[in-house]
C-alpha cells in the first residue's frame, strides 16, 4: 500500500527566504503531481513530474523528482506572502492507476 | 477548454437528510471523475472513482454513493447524513489513462468544492 510523507506539515517562513517542502513515498511510482490549495478554495495544479531527475520550475516554485530515493522536493525561493498556502503531493495508487494518493499537505505562511 | 463544475457551493443539512451533490464537466468526452472529501485541517480521501457511464469503484466503506448517469456527470449522494459527513467535497477529472506505458502527464483537474455542514 503505498504511503506518501510531506513534511513539514507546518511552515511558518519571512518573506524573502528560502525553504523546501519534501515528500517521501513507499513505493515506486511513474509520475508525481504537486497541487496548490488557497484557504477554502479547491486544489490547483502546479507540476506533473514523469520521470528520475525531473525538474519544472514556476516563477519561486521549483519542483524535483528522484525515484530512486522515492522522494520529491518543492524549493520555494525568495518566498512572497502570495505563495501562502496549503501544497499538497500526490502518487497513484498504483503503477497504472489513476487514483492518487495523496499527502496531508504543508500549510505554509509567508509573513512580511 | 475543459472546465468543471460543482454545485451547490455550500450546504447545511440536518442529520439523517438525504444528500445529492452533482458535478459535470464540458470540453471533453470519456473522462475519469472522482468524488474525493476533505475534513477540516486534513487531506484528501478519494471516495468515489469512475472511468465510464455506469462504472464506479467505491475506495471507503460508508452511507454515500456515486452514480454516473451520463458522461460528463458525476453525482454523489445520501439517503441519510451522519455528523461524520461534513467536510469539503470535492469533484475531479483527468483524461483517460493512455496506457500502462505512456504515462499521464495531465493531471486531475478539481472542482471549486461544496463545503458540507450537517448539524
Known amino acids: 500500500e503505498l504511503k506518501v510523507e510531506q513534511n513539514p506539515l507546518f511552515l511558518s517562513m519571512q518573506e524573502g527566504k528560502n525553504y523546501t517542502i519534501y515528500c517521501n513515498y513507499s513505493?515506486?511510482?511513474?509520475?508525481l503531481y504537486w497541487y496548490r490549495q488557497d484557504p477554502g478554495k479547491s486544489l490547483e495544479s502546479l507540476f506533473v513530474l514523469l520521470s528520475n531527475g525531473a525538474v519544472k520550475q514556476e516563477g519561486r516554485l521549483m519542483a524535483s523528482l528522484d525515484t530512486k530515493a522515492r522522494l520529491s522536493t518543492l524549493h520555494i525561493t525568495a518566498a512572497v506572502h502570495d505563495l501562502s498556502a496549503t501544497y499538497f503531493c500526490?502518487?497513484?495508487?498504483?503503477?497504472?492507476?489513476?487514483?492518487?494518493?495523496f499527502g496531508k499537505g504543508t500549510k505554509l505562511t509567508v509573513n512580511p | 477548454s475543459q472546465t468543471i463544475h460543482q454545485w451547490p457551493a455550500t450546504l447545511v443539512q440536518p442529520v439523517g437528510s438525504p444528500l445529492s451533490l452533482e458535478c459535470t464537466v464540458e470540453?471533453?468526452?470519456?473522462?475519469?471523475l472522482y468524488w474525493y472529501r476533505q475534513a477540516a485541517g486534513r487531506g484528501l480521501q478519494l471516495l468515489f472513482y469512475s472511468i465510464g457511464i455506469d462504472q464506479i469503484s467505491s475506495e471507503v466503506p460508508q452511507n454515500l454513493s456515486a452514480s454516473r448517469p451520463q458522461d460528463r456527470q458525476f453525482i454523489l449522494s445520501s439517503k441519510k447524513l451522519l455528523l461524520s459527513d461534513s467536510g469539503f467535497y470535492l469533484c475531479?477529472?483527468?483524461?483517460?489513462?493512455?496506457?500502462?506505458?505512456?504515462?499521464?502527464?495531465?493531471?486531475?483537474?478539481f472542482g471549486d468544492g461544496t463545503r458540507l455542514s450537517i448539524l
Open positions: 475531479a477529472w483527468s483524461a483517460t489513462y493512455p496506457g500502462p506505458r505512456v504515462a499521464s502527464n495531465q493531471p486531475q483537474h
Open positions: 470540453g471533453t468526452s470519456n473522462p475519469n
Open positions: 513505493t515506486t511510482s511513474d509520475r
Open positions: 500526490a502518487l497513484p495508487q498504483e503503477g497504472g492507476s489513476e487514483k492518487l494518493v
